[in-house]
């Protein structure tokens, strides 16, 4: 069985602050590994995803996430953050070839002016 | 090119009733997963089609059923609704099986009364 667990429903930080999501996973097999993003009605966008090449994820609007085996960690991070950064991000799992990724309970990212 | 979308956006029922959501996947992709998200919840996997076929199911019972047409659009039906049935349902495709990179739809928020 393939999980993974937030740290963190809601996460506030100021304009111009570094942002960090927590991410940790749970699964048998070498994890392929994902970042959504979630703004209000709208549906889910890909920011980056890990499926074992480098251990540093690059995506999309200046996100990144390090794939940490030693402690099963997928954390998200942005140098500074935007208001337009507000939104919920989800991390995902799932193994390559089959699409029943499993999703963690998500983290409502706030950015104080 | 036209993305993932989903009709209806917004629908009320009542207990018992039946409902079909409708899915047009992304332009070229072939392959259509379904998730329910509930309030505050992240999205949880119902099934997966491909090749008109149902390939993956999670932990949902048999009252939700699809279909996927040979233009890969896909129906996601859900039979005698219940209450807790009210959520989010989100369309995802994406290209072949093997590809895990999923996009997703705006979603159709189904309340049920």
């Known amino acids: 069985a393939q999980s993974v667990t937030q740290l963190g429903s809601h996460v506030s930080v100021s304009e111009g602050a570094l942002v960090l999501l927590r991410c940790n996973y749970s699964?048998?097999?070498?994890?392929?590994l994902f970042w959504y993003v979630q703004y209000p009605n709208q549906g889910l966008q890909l920011l980056l995803k890990?499926?074992?090449?480098?251990?540093l994820v690059k995506g999309i609007n200046g996100f990144e996430a390090e794939f940490k085996k030693s402690e099963t960690s997928f954390h998200l991070t942005k140098p500074s953050a935007h208001m337009s950064d507000a939104a919920e991000y989800f991390c995902?799992?799932?193994?390559?070839?089959?699409?029943?990724?499993?999703f963690g309970t998500g983290t409502k990212l706030q950015v104080i002016p | 090119d036209a993305g993932v979308t989903q009709s209806p956006t917004h629908l009320i029922k009542t207990r018992g009733q039946q409902v079909t959501l409708r899915c047009s996947p992304k332009?070229?992709?072939?392959?259509v997963s379904w998730y329910q998200q509930a309030l505050g919840q992240g999205p949880q996997f119902i099934f997966q089609?491909?090749?008109?076929?149902?390939?993956q199911r999670g932990n949902f019972p048999d009252r939700f059923s699809g279909h996927q047409f040979p233009n890969y659009s896909s129906e996601l039906n859900v039979n005698a609704l219940l209450l807790g049935d009210s959520a989010l349902y989100l369309c995802?495709?994406?290209?072949?099986?093997?590809?895990?990179?999923?996009?997703f739809g705006s979603g159709t928020q189904l309340s049920v009364l």
């Open positions: 699964s048998s097999v070498p994890p392929y």
């Open positions: 332009s070229g992709h072939d392959t």
């Open positions: 995802a495709s994406s290209l072949g099986q093997g590809d895990e990179k999923l996009f």
């Open positions: 089609y491909y090749e008109e076929e149902e390939r």
């Open positions: 995902a799992v799932g193994r390559g070839g089959y699409q029943k990724v499993t």
């Open positions: 890990y499926t074992s090449a480098a251990t």
